[in-house]
């Protein structure tokens, strides 16, 4: 069963307008949830994260929001460059276990 | 900077062959991991380790096993490679103590199983 889910396999966005990149969670006691950015051949890097007591975190062009209600979080990238074009990975983490990931969402920034 | 180094970028082997990935962080890091990336299957957890000769189950060890002599060093051992291990193999450590330290990852290694 995913506890973490990223329904768009694939997003495209023109650059200098807004990319918003969702991620779902079944898992109630997750309590702090991080996105990764990944470029073809090279590892995934930490990008942003968010405690549970939170609603916001920003970060420059990067924003992500939680509504713990709705289990839902959100990445915002404001304005998008065709430079973030990447894998971005949802995860979610709760006491010593290990993160579990999302499948992950194809970003495309059109010039 | 924390750099984690997997010894290959690039691997064929042949179906039967026991194939060891290698990966090595310098940053003094206690947990380490080792998943695997597939094409719609996101990032999946095989192993990971909290401390030296510690070593836990992810959720796809089958076919798999791992090794931790040294704090710094975590080897993922193929034991009789097979075509549906063909995959990208990413190595990650991270910070002991706070369990939402970020990890760091690898360049990850490109095994091919033929």
């Known amino acids: 069963d995913q506890q973490v889910k990223q329904n768009s396999p694939s997003l495209s966005v023109q650059e200098g307008r807004i990319s918003i990149l969702n991620c779902d969670y079944t898992n109630s006691m997750f309590d702090y949830f991080l996105w990764y950015k990944k470029y073809p051949a090279e590892g995934p890097t930490f990008l942003i994260s968010?405690?549970?007591?939170?609603d916001k975190n920003e970060d420059g062009r990067f924003t992500v929001f939680l509504n713990k209600s709705a289990k839902h979080l959100s990445l915002h990238i404001v304005p998008s460059q065709p430079g973030d074009s990447a894998v971005y990975f949802c995860?979610?983490?709760?006491?010593?276990?290990?993160?579990?990931f999302g499948k992950g969402t194809r970003l495309s920034v059109i010039a | 900077d924390v750099k984690v180094t997997q010894s290959s970028r690039y691997l064929v082997k042949r179906t039967g062959e026991k194939v060891f990935l290698e990966c090595v962080q310098d940053?003094?890091?206690?947990?380490m991991f080792w998943y695997r990336q597939d094409p719609g299957l996101g990032l999946r957890l095989i192993y990971f380790s909290y401390d030296v000769k510690m070593k836990e189950k992810g959720d796809i060890p089958e076919g798999y096993s791992v090794s931790r002599e040294k704090k710094e060093r975590f080897s993922l051992i193929l034991e009789s490679a097979s075509t549906n291990q063909t995959s990208m193999y990413l190595c990650?450590?991270?910070?002991?103590?706070?369990?939402?330290?970020?990890?760091?990852f690898g360049n990850g290694t490109r095994l091919t199983v033929t």
């Open positions: 990650a450590s991270s910070l002991g103590g706070a369990y939402n330290s970020p990890l760091h």
């Open positions: 968010i405690s549970s007591i939170k």
């Open positions: 995860a979610a983490i709760s006491g010593n276990t290990p993160l579990v």
């Open positions: 940053m003094d890091h206690e947990n």
